[in-house]
């Protein structure tokens, strides 16, 4: 049997995710996957899955979320604080807008873009099945652009190092 390497990989835009319709015209569309490590993350369900995922943030990604807020907030672009308080069902700054047996869909509306994640729980790409984090973003304006162009590096390797970490953890869970 061979060992499964559990770091995330950049993969194709999954066209079965809820947020499919969201990749055309979109300024910022990527995904990335990682096996799942356990069959007890398999059976999870979805929002402790993203709760989960979304915990595992490194320790720099958080310190790089303090100086955005600094910057952002003098544009009126919503800082962390603003959106972890945001009405509505939440993770952290992530609003939920659906929740499958197999699919969540988080994200946020703001004056300069509106964002959706999608984290689609398959299958297949892992003895356990995999966990895909797709990304569509749409920008508004001048300010969402260059946000987005300066961004962009940072949120690949959050997404990446976050899925890493989650599932190297056994998403929370103990091996079976």
């Not at 995904?31 to 398999?42: D, I, R, T």
């Not at 958080?62 to 600094?70: E, G, S, Y």
């Not at 499958?100 to 959706?116: A, K, P, Q, Y």
Request: hydrophobic share 45%.
């Amino acid at each position: 049997m061979q060992a499964v390497t559990l770091k995330a990989r950049k993969v194709d835009l999954p066209p079965q995710a809820a947020i499919a319709p969201l990749y055309r015209g979109s300024h910022l569309a990527d995904a990335y996957a990682v096996a799942l490590p356990n069959p007890g993350a398999a059976r999870m369900d979805m929002e402790t899955l993203a709760r989960t995922l979304l915990a595992s943030q490194p320790r720099w990604a958080q310190t790089l979320m303090v100086l955005r807020d600094a910057i952002v907030a003098r544009f009126g672009i919503k800082t962390a604080g603003q959106l972890a308080s945001g009405e509505g069902g939440r993770i952290g700054i992530f609003r939920i807008y659906a929740v499958t047996d197999n699919e969540i869909v988080v994200g946020e509306d703001d004056s300069h873009l509106d964002f959706r994640l999608s984290m689609l729980r398959s299958a297949q790409g892992g003895p356990h099945g995999s966990i895909t984090l797709a990304s569509a973003v749409h920008c508004h304006n001048r300010i969402g652009r260059v946000y987005i162009f300066l961004i962009r590096p940072f949120h690949q390797l959050i997404v990446q190092r976050s899925l890493t970490r989650a599932a190297k953890r056994g998403f929370g869970l103990r091996q079976e």
